[in-house]
């Protein structure tokens, strides 16, 4: 740690491993087993869980971007398990929007990509190399953000959603689906993740019925049946309903039969 500046304030456990040229600032709690790479910079009020690898030149817990912000205290609290690549940017909360920004387990956060203040990322979820998410955005869990994507300021994108190359997200994005295109635009279920992670045939079934109903004739029998007979695709209809910006949609509208 001799060629690294470390606040007096700042809590590193003691398994902890700091790397030379890097800065802790003050209020940074640095959780077991984790381990800061060179050149990397923790700016202050952090939370670190445990075993999270910090990659050079990754700035964590800098001040939000917003205009407005002056200085108030606020926090980014993080989980356990995550890596985070070279220059990845992560902002703390801002006094507009909660103060804190809040980080997950098990993440990966590729070259470069950014995660805006008050933002809120769930577990498992993959940011590819320059994907960008606004301040109060809401990622959760299983979610893929690809490389130069972006997610615009207070959308949500649902569990186990792809976000594809250079999209452009300014609606919130239902659990399940497939993101593309300028603007974005759903291109129907992400059917390979899904499969990816052992969900079964009768579950990927409901969710396309699901999907294809949301999409298509809107019955409401019929999404009332799928609510209580999949947790899956009651996950689905659930989030469509309590979507206050309205949801990003396919080109064509849907037959209503699957």
Not at 156 to 161: E, I, W
């Amino acid at each position: 740690m001799h060629s690294s500046v470390i606040h007096e304030t700042a809590q590193i456990d003691s398994s902890a491993i700091i790397h030379p040229g890097c800065h802790i600032g003050e209020n940074v709690v640095i959780g077991p087993e984790c381990e800061i790479g060179p050149n990397a910079i923790v700016v202050r009020d952090t939370v670190m869980g445990a075993r999270n690898r910090i990659h050079p030149f990754a700035t964590i817990g800098g001040d939000s971007q917003h205009k407005a912000y002056a200085g108030q205290p606020t926090q980014l609290i993080i989980g356990d398990d995550n890596v985070i690549r070279e220059s990845v940017t992560i902002n703390r909360g801002d006094p507009v929007g909660g103060h804190v920004t809040r980080v997950g387990s098990r993440n990966l956060f590729m070259t470069c990509s950014h995660v805006g203040h008050d933002a809120i990322v769930g577990n498992d979820v993959v940011l590819v190399n320059h994907a960008a998410l606004a301040g109060h955005v809401q990622i959760e869990d299983y979610v893929v953000v690809g490389a130069y994507a972006a997610v615009a300021q207070y959308c949500c994108v649902g569990k186990h959603a792809f976000l594809t190359l250079s999209t452009g997200v300014t609606k919130d994005v239902l659990p399940f689906t497939n993101i593309a295109y300028l603007p974005a635009t759903v291109r129907g279920i992400n059917l390979v993740g899904l499969k990816r992670r052992g969900f079964s045939r009768e579950d990927i079934l409901a969710i396309k019925k699901a999907y294809h109903e949301v999409f298509g004739n809107r019955d409401a029998a019929i999404l009332a049946e799928l609510k209580s007979t999949s947790k899956a695709a009651c996950e689905m209809i659930e989030f469509y309903e309590r979507s206050e910006r309205g949801v990003v949609i396919p080109r064509k509208t849907l037959p209503v039969e699957v």
